[in-house]
């Protein structure tokens, strides 16, 4: 790399705010308070690798400032916004059904950071000939540029933060502001760290060194950019150090990719086919008492064909029903108890296509990323798929069974904290599973 010494610092910065940028949009999970700490942390350590090599700052005290100092900009930024989101004109964009943050509220998210950074860091780094009124000029023209950079960054998540996000698919569907935050830390943390590397720049002015110092060994004055072997051994570092988030992201994005061609590969031919036979629901359900539960009103409802691409579907049946509780008060139908169990069996043309629609099935997203959702596990010796691995150490995640047999498909949802397995006992009797 044929780099002038002149510009090898400035390259270097952008280099490594363009890697916070990737450490950033590419965030491991570390739970708790770290991951709130993560962004400013990373970004903070970076910059302080810039002083250390251009600027030959060795005062750890300071460079640990810089990093704490930081870490607290962020989450500052960021909550501080939240806070506002009801007090700033224009903060909130309605987007149909959605409110998303708009350009008046993410600019003030990046004046509140940029003041909380800036301020303390431009101080710190300052150099020796600019007076402390000129630093906080400089620093006060930083927070406006960080207010202006945040907002401008936010508005070209549709277009920029949408092609990152392509690149650095960090999920398997983007979580809501994702592009929006992915432009964000692209193109503000690169203009912002130009910025410091500007404002605590000091031009400095060779000094001639008598024969008589130079005979003597001493050292030459500091030139403030990094030697082109020390350029090239940080540059390298910051490769393998990017490369560790990218190339997770870029398997996980294969592996994703390999499960959609295997669902598209395993698809049954053919929607518009006949249901031989079709059930009652006294014939589809278990329509008596199952241990401490006794069934409520059953329903029977047509499933239409579907030629949507990506869901093509056949007609089929539909039976369901809820089970309460023996003696528990029940409300007249359509109304539902507040506590019972679901049963829901699904009739439809052949075998092939119900064992498709019970491992993928399309009222339900599947992520995966997790191993654990809609995964197989064995109940009285039948595999069944369940969101049981699921709800390991986590709340909040509703229990189903499902699994499929012949032509039919069984789910059985709880909406009770009574887990026991009397109706899925009975249910694989009546309907012994398909899974291999």
């Known amino acids: 790399m044929n780099v002038s010494t002149a510009n090898r610092s400035w390259l270097l910065l952008a280099l490594l705010a363009l890697t916070s940028a990737i450490l950033c949009i590419a965030q491991p999970s570390f739970g708790g308070h770290l991951d709130i700490l993560y962004v400013g942390t990373v970004y903070g350590g970076l910059l302080g690798v810039y002083f250390v090599i251009c600027r030959g700052i060795r005062s750890a005290v300071k460079v640990i400032t810089l990093v704490a100092v930081s870490a607290v900009a962020w989450p500052i930024a960021y909550f501080g916004s939240f806070d506002a989101a ?174 959609a061609a295997r669902r598209r590969e395993s698809r049954p031919s053919g929607v518009d086919l006949p249901l031989p036979q079709p059930m009652r629901e006294e014939e589809a359900l278990i329509l008596k008492q199952i241990g401490d539960y006794q069934p409520g009103h059953a329903t029977k409802t047509v499933e239409p064909v579907s030629h949507e691409k990506g869901y093509e579907r056949p007609g089929g049946l539909s039976f369901g029903t809820l089970y309460t509780k023996a003696g528990e008060p029940v409300p007249q139908w359509p109304l539902a108890p507040k506590q019972y169990m679901s049963v829901r069996v699904q009739q439809y043309p052949n075998n092939a296509w119900a064992q498709y629609l019970a491992e993928y099935p399309q009222r339900m997203y599947i992520s995966p990323d997790d191993p654990k959702e809609h995964a197989l596990v064995i109940q009285f010796s039948q595999k069944v798929r369940s969101s049981q691995s699921k709800r390991v150490g986590q709340t909040g995640i509703p229990l189903y069974y499902m699994w499929p047999s012949g032509n039919c498909i069984v789910t059985i949802d709880y909406y009770t904290p009574d887990e026991n397995l009397q109706l899925v006992r009975a249910y694989l009797e009546k309907y012994p599973s398909s899974i291999p």
């Open 86 to 259: 009801g007090h700033i004109p224009g903060g909130l964009v309605h987007q149909g059904d959605a409110v998303a943050p708009g350009f008046p509220l993410i600019a003030f998210g990046g004046l509140l950071g940029g003041a909380v950074l800036l301020i303390p860091v431009l101080l710190l780094f300052k150099p020796v000939s600019v007076k402390l009124r000129a630093a906080l000029v400089r620093a006060s023209l930083g927070i406006l540029l960080s207010g202006i950079a945040g907002g401008v960054a936010w508005e070209l998540g549709p277009t920029v933060g949408a092609v990152i996000w392509a690149t650095l698919p960090t999920a398997a569907l983007p979580p809501p502001d994702s592009y929006g935050m992915a432009a964000l830390f692209f193109l503000w943390q690169p203009v912002l760290a130009l910025f410091i590397g500007w404002a605590t720049f000091e031009k400095r002015r060779a000094v001639p060194i008598q024969a008589s110092e130079a005979q003597a060994g001493a050292p030459a004055p500091q030139t403030g950019a990094p030697s082109r072997r020390s350029f090239l051994v940080v540059l390298a570092c910051l490769v393998v150090l990017s490369l560790t988030r990218i190339i997770p992201v870029r398997l996980r994005q294969s592996h994703r990719d390999g499960v």
